[in-house]
């Protein structure tokens, strides 16, 4: 105890009073922003690569502030490709990339188009890469397609659709119609085929890897356009009948119960067993 | 000068571009498909030229011009336990109420009206027991409702955002006002 002092303040309660102030200002300040907020572009920011979709879904993280600066980049989903740098930016670095601090994460609504056209198409290919041929990832299905899309199966099924019709010499019209309405209505009563059977599968995400597993069914298709050899076609249709047999596979297979695995699979095969008659079957 | 010409105009499309592109493509597909059949015996062509367009549209409607004119987006993402969930984004309050009026008027109605002309389109079809145009017009019909959906359910997540954001500041406000009062008393 001293005698004599004028009593300063006790060191506690200054920076007590510094607290409250300190509170009372931020409060005032942290308003507008906290909340998913993007505020329209300065001429200076650069361009953010996040993912996002048309047909196609992002894998944006979520936004909220609270997260935004927790969320870390490991991600589960490291697309196998070196080459394609945007959609690595977009799993988890997009966070980082750009923001300007804690109350305003990077975002997708002030992005040029430029870049959403870019990332669209990289994920097209990407997806397609996944599906299709071997890659390390395959093994776990559920994680492969995340980001599924549906402007790569719209292309194919076209494109197969547009390549029977050419190759046939009547009826081209039945032909593409025929095509891709057994490709589509085909697609959707597998996947609810899955789900009846009490499988997990989401459905535009099974809707997505039917569409590119006719990827191969297209190449052959197109082969069998340029020669009309008949035995050329039949083992180029069971080549590529094979290949998306087997790309649809592990996808299929993981979503249903093991005893009903053939159930699932079996109906696959048969609409591609079909697609590929039509193939060989036009001339 | 007439002091009448020196008053504030009114107030114009902010994104003429935007705009255009946004009715663009929709105009096109519905053009196309309905005149279509005036110039060309062959339905894979309708069919797919149509298609392109609405898909293009949508994607447009989707991406850009959702963004610009009305600052909302959403999409869908699968969680890290495979399940399907969707997600909105939207501007702050502030930037929300200094968008343009007439092109958030012309954003949702040229939306609507698409899709009321498909659907007339596909009850013609339908009477006329086309199956394959009304595969055209489902398709297209099914786009724009999609997109009306998404945008719709956005700028709900937005107000509510924006309701709970407000509670929340006046909460933290009101807290922060107490913990003075009591400290300093």
Sequence with gaps: ?283 | MDPNQIQAPIENYANPKTCLFHVLFKGAALAFYILSALFFNSFVIIFVVTVLLAALDFWVVKNVSGRILVGLRWWNEINDLGESVWKFESLDQESLSRMNKKDSWLFWWTLYLAAAAWFILGVFSLIRFQADYLLVVGVCLSLNVANIIGFTKCKKDAKKQFQQFASQTIASRFQSTVQSAFTLV
């Design chain 1, 1 to 283: 105890m001293s005698q004599g002092d004028t009593v300063p303040l006790h060191p506690s309660s200054q920076s007590d009073i510094d607290e409250i102030e300190n509170l009372i200002n931020e409060s005032i300040q942290s308003g507008p922003g906290t909340v998913l907020a993007a505020r329209p572009p300065s001429p200076t920011r650069p361009s953010i690569p996040v993912s996002s979709s048309p047909f196609m879904q992002s894998n944006l993280p979520p936004l909220p502030p609270s997260s935004s600066a927790q969320k870390v980049t490991p991600v589960p989903v490291p697309p196998p490709l070196p080459v394609v740098s945007n959609s690595s930016n977009s799993q988890g670095g997009s966070q980082g990339i750009g923001a300007s601090g804690f109350g305003s994460p990077p975002n997708t609504l002030t992005e040029p188009v430029w870049d959403t056209v870019k990332r669209d198409l990289s994920r097209i290919v990407s997806n397609l890469k996944l599906v299709v041929f071997p890659n390390p990832y395959r093994e776990d299905p559920g994680k492969a397609l995340r980001d599924w899309d549906l402007w790569g199966p719209f292309f194919f099924i076209v494109f197969l659709g547009l390549t029977l019709s050419w190759s046939a010499s009547v009826k081209k019209s039945e032909v593409f119609a025929v095509a891709f309405a057994l490709l589509a209505a085909g697609a959707v009563i597998l996947t609810l085929n899955v789900l009846l059977l009490g499988g997990h599968i989401i459905f535009f995400q099974s809707l997505s890897l039917l569409g590119y597993c006719l990827f191969p069914l297209d190449v052959g298709a197109v082969i069998c356009m340029l020669k009309d050899n008949v035995i050329l076609k039949m083992v180029v249709v069971s080549v590529t009948l094979a290949w998306s047999s087997w790309a649809a596979y592990p996808f299929m297979s993981s979503a249903v119960n093991p005893r009903r695995k053939a159930l699932a699979l079996y109906p696959v095969f048969l609409m591609y067993v079909s697609v590929g008659f039509l193939i060989i079957a036009i001339n």
